[in-house]
């Protein structure tokens, strides 16, 4: 069992660049897949990106491929969710969630049972 918080979201312009972390309380953190997810105003939960136990596999929204990447450091009980290229359509409050299912990278909201509380990322035109 683990609890998430996210931070580094903010306030930035078109095409700059942001990196986004989620930091684990909780020893059983590399046991757990991890995802981020992303909601904007008005909008339903989306799949943003996912990455496996160990960072051997990832998974990506085609919307974000190419411009960002998932990565986890277990010694340190944090994903990263690197965001370059910045639009103004990835304006949204993004989330981390966690599974103890380890070895699947899923895009299901449903796989999860461990939600962060979520960091704003606005980006101006």
């Known amino acids: 069992q683990v609890q998430l918080v996210e931070s580094g979201g903010g306030l930035v312009q078109a095409g700059d660049s942001l990196r986004l972390s989620c930091a684990a309380s909780?020893?059983?953190?590399?046991?757990?897949?991890m995802g981020w997810f992303r909601q904007a105003p008005g909008k339903e939960r989306e799949f943003v990106a996912a990455?496996?136990?160990?960072?051997?596999?990832?998974n990506y929204a085609d919307s974000v491929k190419g411009r960002f990447t998932i990565s986890r450091d277990n010694a340190k009980n944090t994903v990263y969710l690197q965001m370059n290229s910045l639009k103004p359509e990835d304006t949204a409050v993004y989330y981390c969630?966690?599974?103890?299912?380890?070895?699947?990278?899923?895009?299901?909201?449903?796989?999860?049972?461990?939600w962060g509380q979520g960091t704003q990322v606005t980006v101006s035109s």
């Open positions: 969630a966690g599974s103890p299912v380890r070895g699947l990278a899923s895009a299901s909201t449903q796989f999860y049972n461990t």
């Open positions: 909780g020893r059983t953190f590399s046991s757990y897949a």
């Open positions: 990455i496996t136990w160990s960072g051997s596999n990832t």
